[in-house]
């Protein structure tokens, strides 16, 4: 069984920083991309960033130059660095990866931004 186990997320200040990680586990063959989604209230799921298992990131423009997703393949963690945080960041924070061929979501981790 596979899992994906988030940590990181609670209460910041606006313009502070947050730090999310999410480790895989279980029956690990292969990780290829992997990957960070937020869903705020009352909005869709959207993609904040994600990583090929080469190290190609690719970013939403909402956060571009303010949040890294960076990624330890020895330990299957992917981490996500959010910097210079603001109120409308403020949403649950899903980790996903493509595991052995399939995808795979985490259960989320609450971030709230206070202004």
């Known amino acids: 069984q596979v899992q994906l186990v988030e940590s990181g997320g609670g209460l910041v200040q606006a313009g502070g920083p947050l730090r999310l990680s999410c480790a895989a586990s279980g029956s690990i063959f292969s990780i290829n991309g992997m990957g960070w989604y937020r869903q705020a209230p009352g909005r869709q799921r959207e993609l904040v960033a994600d990583i090929s298992s080469g190290g190609r990131t690719k970013y939403a423009d909402f956060v571009k130059g303010r949040f890294t997703i960076s990624r330890d393949n020895a330990k299957n963690t992917v981490y996500l660095q959010m910097n210079s945080l603001k109120p409308e960041d403020t949403a649950v924070y899903y980790c996903?990866?493509?595991?052995?061929?399939?995808?795979?979501w985490g259960q989320g981790t609450q971030v709230t931004v206070s202004s």
């Open positions: 996903n990866a493509n595991i052995n061929l399939r995808i795979y």
